[in-house]
């Protein structure tokens, strides 16, 4: 088989390697990981025609990795740099283990036993198939929230590996006796090929497990926004019998002619039921007014303008997941900045034919919690929202400014509704 190839093979599965260890942190360019991989492959492939000591294409290949990862990823030099050793560490590992082992059962490799260069590349799949059982491994050590159910989740990878890896070993073995050109050529493809479904294995079962973790997350997510719901509707309940009972004492203290002083101290004490922000919606009234309580609480300013009475159009349900998550999302994100900083502006209006909400908050992001705050910016609260709006055509758009993140939302309100109120889309004052 021509060398070249071969090279360029192994290479390219070594260059993945790279970017399997990598496949958990951010990323600055979206498609950097192909320039990564294409200049590691090149460089690796020319310095084997030249044949380069081995010291210095080492060195060369933790320079490529070093200055190009970090242009690539959001990673800190010190964490790039344990990488990249790691990497280096896991192929020369590899390498001396399986030579090491080969020498203690077998006669030297070094020896007159390496009749066919078949055997050496045969001898490189194995070694190349250990080094990345041994990064499989670095990648969940090093891990830093690895939970006990993710260490469970990982023993059927890890043992499913180990399977493959001991069929590379045992054709490895059997390959330096067989004396058939074309036996041999069989059966190092068909090696290739066990390394390559070795490779897929592995990355096709964390891809099963992430997406069966996420899908469950985002079921458990969807459950508590129907608990939310549920609430949202008892209090709205609750909270409509207590102002009722509430007017009604007014009254009865009146026509008992209770003195001034008691009927103001009751007055007092009862006046937070009438403090509603009339939104044109009952139910977003009963979210608003909550989410005002809680931001009191912890002295965040929460300024609201709103007009949502063209609003019915959207389901309880979905008013919930919206806004209730949004608001949550801009409490927790503020309470921790110092009081003065502590804002959260809501604004929903009408405009022409569209329903346009601006939810604006102040945060912290630095670069000791840059990882937190890309997670709140893309966790599941905002996705369900997303969902929520894409139900009724909707658009969704998050940005991220400095201190400030924004949540923009466009609805289009439907033309039964603004049919039943032709009038008001009519005139100038409402066609903003």
Not at 204 to 212: D, L, P, Q, V
Not at 232 to 254: A, P, T
Not at 278 to 297: P, S, Y
Request: aromatic share 10%; proline share 2%.
């Amino acid at each position: 088989m021509n060398p070249i190839v071969i090279d360029v093979f192994l290479t390219c599965i070594e260059a993945f390697y790279l970017l399997y260890l990598f496949q958990n942190e951010e990323k600055k360019k979206r498609n950097g990981s192909w320039v990564l991989f294409l200049s590691f492959v090149v460089a690796v492939v020319c310095m084997s025609c030249i044949d380069v000591p081995v010291v210095i294409k080492l060195l060369i290949e933790i320079v490529i990795i070093m200055l190009i990862g970090q242009w690539i990823w959001e990673i800190s030099l010190l964490k790039l740099g344990i990488y990249t050793i790691t990497y280096i560490m896991a192929i020369v590992m590899s390498e001396l283990i399986v030579v090491q082992v080969w020498n203690f059962f077998a006669a030297p490799i070094l020896s007159t036993n390496l009749v066919y260069d078949d055997f050496r590349i045969s001898l490189i799949i194995v070694i190349k198939a250990l080094s990345f059982f041994i990064l499989i491994l670095v990648k969940k050590i090093f891990k830093p929230d690895l939970k006990v159910t993710e260490w469970d989740e990982s023993y059927p990878i890890i043992f499913s590996g180990s399977a493959y890896l001991i069929v590379i070993i045992i054709v490895n073995i059997n390959m330096v006796h067989i004396k058939s050109t074309e036996d041999r050529l069989l059966v190092l493809i068909g090696d290739g090929i066990i390394l390559i479904a070795y490779i897929l294995n592995i990355v096709c079962s964390e891809r099963y497990i992430a997406t069966k973790k996420l899908l469950e997350e985002r079921k458990n997510k969807l459950m508590q926004l129907e608990l939310q719901y549920d609430y949202y509707q008892r209090k709205k309940d609750d909270e409509e019998y207590v102002r009722k009972i509430y007017h009604d004492l007014k009254n009865h203290l009146l026509l008992m002619n209770v003195g001034e002083g008691v009927l103001a101290e009751v007055s007092n004490k009862l006046k937070k039921i009438e403090n509603y922000y009339h939104t044109g919606n009952e139910f977003l009234d009963v979210i608003i007014h909550d989410k005002m309580q809680k931001a009191d609480n912890k002295v965040i300013d929460l300024e609201c303008e709103i007009d949502f009475s063209m609003g019915g159009f959207i389901k309880p349900i979905d008013i919930s997941t919206i806004f209730g998550n949004l608001l949550d999302n801009a409490i927790e994100a503020t309470e921790n900045l110092e009081e003065g900083d502590r804002i959260i502006i809501c604004k929903i209006k009408r405009k022409k034919g569209l329903l346009v909400v601006s939810i604006q908050n102040t945060y912290k992001c630095n670069a000791l919690n840059k990882k937190k705050s890309k997670e709140y910016m893309h966790g599941f609260g905002l996705k369900n929202t997303q969902d929520a709006v894409a139900k009724y055509n909707g658009e969704c758009h998050i940005f991220s400014d400095k201190n400030i993140f924004k949540v923009s939302i466009v609805l289009p309100i439907p033309n039964y509704m603004i049919e039943e109120r032709k009038d008001e889309f009519t005139d100038g004052k409402n066609n903003k």
